[in-house]
């Protein structure tokens, strides 16, 4: 079993929807979780973390947590063409350590 | 940008040459971080720096030679590589341990490396 997993998609929405990504892992003692979006030929980009249970909203991007469930997911709101990138979810091992997903492939069309 | 840059941007390479990678952070951290990206699979951590101490080698080959002189600056040492080790090779950094929002790690652009 992968410690991170996402579907690598593509996932298709049309312009001015709510694209949903998610995210599982399998660590249960994991405590720490990063969003990153990166662009084709470009480095991952912080876009967001969270560590409480429930919802963390910043702009137009909202991270949630269920630790019980053990899934992490990011909406994000009024999608934009610009918003098409590679989002990758990661886990934070031992303060220092991040293990990555694979990433999820998202298009936004207008 | 993030504080974190890296030199040079793409690099082609024969299997019988040496050659460096440079990253160097500005934002006063303290964790430095080489990380492989290769198509299809997900972001592999090689190597961690942490207070210039090598704190994690993810059984990486012998042909990728670390080296962090101090806080700020890091290098990859590259010699005798094989086709499969193309790949885009990413540096970061962070400052562990404080808090979650200081154990972000942030990322440098990046070296696209070919290995002919």
């Known amino acids: 079993q992968k410690e991170v997993e996402q579907n690598s998609g593509p996932l298709s929405v049309p312009e001015g929807a709510i694209a949903s990504l998610n995210c599982t892992y399998s660590?249960?003692?994991?405590?720490?979780f990063f969003w990153y979006r990166q662009y084709s030929g470009k480095s991952p980009e912080l876009i967001m973390f969270?560590?409480?249970?429930g919802d963390k909203e910043d702009g137009r991007f909202t991270a949630q947590l269920n630790k019980a469930s053990q899934y992490v997911s990011l909406l994000i709101r009024d999608s934009q063409p610009s918003d098409s990138a590679t989002y990758l979810c990661?886990?934070?091992?031992?303060?220092?350590?991040?293990?990555f997903g694979t990433g999820t492939r998202l298009q936004v069309f207008p | 940008e993030t504080g974190v840059t890296q030199t040079p941007r793409h690099l082609v390479m024969g299997m019988t040459n040496k050659k460096s990678l440079k990253c160097e952070q500005h934002?006063?951290?303290?964790?430095m971080y080489w990380y492989k990206q290769s198509a299809k699979k997900p972001l592999e951590l090689m190597f961690v720096?942490?207070?210039?101490?090598?704190?994690e080698n993810n059984s990486v080959p012998s042909r990728f030679s670390p080296e962090c002189p101090n806080s700020s600056h890091l290098f990859l040492h590259l010699h005798t590589l094989q086709p499969e080790d193309s790949a885009l090779y990413l540096c970061?950094?962070?400052?562990?341990?404080?808090?979650?929002?200081?154990?972000?790690?942030?990322f440098g652009p990046g070296t696209r490396l070919t290995v002919l």
């Open positions: 660590d249960r003692g994991s405590q720490s």
């Open positions: 934002l006063g951290h303290n964790a």
């Open positions: 990661a886990v934070l091992r031992d303060t220092d350590k991040l293990i």
């Open positions: 969270i560590y409480s249970n």
């Open positions: 720096y942490s207070l210039e101490e090598r704190v």
């Open positions: 970061a950094s962070s400052h562990p341990g404080l808090a979650v929002d200081t154990d972000t790690q942030y």
